[in-house]
């Protein structure tokens, strides 16, 4: 049996999977996590699939471990592999910034950061601004949803989720600072953090730790989008026009704010995008009802350049 194998490492556009040879009591299947010889070096890849030809004369390395317990899903190799297509990369590229190192041991104890947690408080007068904004939200699969400051944006989503029980979830925030605010507000709850600053392994452990879970929450930044998982039940893009959402400064080069409706569409997740003003690209994803928002004592006015002088 061979298996065609990602490597996972920045390759050119031209260069995709490799071939290797799977020994016969093994279990490989397309998304499954191995080692592999590439060159003088060994280093980590995903299968792209498996197929039983002969090997018609020509030596081919073998595969040298799986990793057990941990596999992409299909439809989270697919996007991965959809997302090179559109940004014209090899998918070992895409998949390397995601998946740059594996740790050798499956143990995920250490995935988890303990915390402390800040009291979360809000005027009384609001309490019933944030009631009716998440029964708004329940009602609806996609939104974006007005609030004037983080604090605000917090409550909405610690709310959405105390009335939603066993719920996967993704948060998304444009900064460290951000993903910190939310973290420590965020009362009763436990999330993974994936920030980009925690070493590759030890993000790889986090992300591992939530792919396995039925449920729970991944907070972080646009790293933690990358590290896709199809069981997410609801996504929320914190300070959805940052710019920091946007990675341009590398291949690959990808806007988590497009991401997310992919994610929304492939994996049926619930998407809600939170702001102060929703940017103009944003509009025309959504229509009027999608819109949720917190009282505010000025009119929005949209211009378009081509239309108003």
């Known amino acids: 049996m061979i298996a065609e194998v990602y490597p996972l490492k920045r390759m050119s556009r031209g260069l995709s999977a490799f071939d290797y040879l799977v020994p016969e009591t093994w279990i490989v299947e397309r998304g499954s996590f191995v080692q592999i010889p590439y060159r003088r070096s060994i280093i980590s890849g995903i299968v792209k699939r498996v197929k039983d030809k002969p090997i018609r004369g020509i030596t081919l390395k073998t ?12 439809e989270e190799l697919s996007f991965f592999e959809s997302l090179a297509h559109e940004l014209f990369q090899s998918p070992a590229t895409v998949l390397y910034s995601a998946f740059s190192h594996i740790p050798k041991s499956n143990d995920v104890r250490e995935a988890k950061a303990s915390f402390s947690w800040l009291p979360l408080t809000l005027p009384r007068s609001e309490a019933e601004i944030v009631v009716r904004l998440v029964r708004l939200m329940h009602e609806r699969s996609q939104a974006f949803v007005q609030a004037p400051d983080i604090r605000r944006m917090t409550a909405l989503i610690l709310g959405y989720l105390q009335s939603s029980e066993k719920q996967k979830v993704l948060i998304l925030a444009p900064t460290i600072r951000d993903v910190d605010l939310i973290r420590s507000r965020l009362s009763g709850l436990d999330p993974w953090i994936i920030t980009g600053v925690e070493s590759a392994v030890e ?15 991944l907070l972080g930044t646009r790293t933690a989008g990358l590290m896709v998982d199809a069981a997410v039940t609801t996504i929320f893009l914190v300070r959805s026009g940052d710019s920091n959402h946007k990675q341009e400064d590398r291949n690959p080069r990808y806007d988590m704010r497009e991401l997310v409706w992919d994610f929304h569409e492939r994996f049926s997740a619930n998407l809600f995008c939170f702001d102060v003003v929703a940017r103009p690209q944003l509009l025309s994803q959504i229509s009027a009802s999608e819109m949720v928002s917190w009282p505010i004592t000025q009119d929005e006015r949209v211009i378009d350049l081509n239309k108003d002088r």
């Open 63 to 74: 595969i040298d471990r799986v990793y057990e317990g941990i596999r992409l899903r299909e």
């Open 203 to 217: 993000r790889f452990r986090r992300w591992r730790a939530f792919h396995r879970a039925s449920s729970g929450v």
